[in-house]
């Protein structure tokens, strides 16, 4: 299995910008998928998480700003951002906890990191 993140850049203060992570490979059920940031020398927290059948949580710093949504017929969640400023500014990380096969227990993946720059 397997998480692609894509989408991060540069972007002004009060842009937008949306982040996308899919995963592939051999994959039965997600119950969760979402997203994760982590500045240099700062611990990775929770940004946005999507868990199948309970409320969508997210950091304080972002709710009403950010937004997070699932395409489950794809396998991809999207982080929708906006009114970013320069304390957004991180490497994001998309998250996901899976079931490869109906026998399987239930395992986290992390995506490889999209790098997220707010500045003029």
């Known amino acids: 299995v397997q998480l692609q993140a894509s989408g991060g850049g540069l972007v002004q203060p009060g842009g937008s910008l949306r982040l996308s992570c899919t995963a592939s490979?051999?994959?039965?059920?997600?119950?969760?998928m979402g997203w994760y940031r982590q500045v240099p020398g700062g611990q990775r927290e929770p940004v946005a998480i999507?868990?199948?059948?309970?409320?969508?949580t997210y950091s304080d710093s972002v709710k009403g700003r950010f937004t997070v949504s699932r395409d489950n017929t794809r396998n991809t969640v999207y982080l929708n951002m906006s009114s970013l400023n320069p304390d957004d500014t991180a490497k994001y990380y998309c998250?996901?906890?899976?079931?490869?096969?109906?026998?399987?227990?239930?395992?986290?993946?992390w995506g490889q990191g999209t790098q997220v720059t707010v500045s003029s």
């Open positions: 999507e868990t199948t059948g309970r409320p969508t």
């Open positions: 490979g051999n994959i039965f059920n997600i119950n969760l």
């Open positions: 998250y996901a906890i899976l079931q490869r096969t109906p026998q399987d227990a239930q395992f986290a993946y």
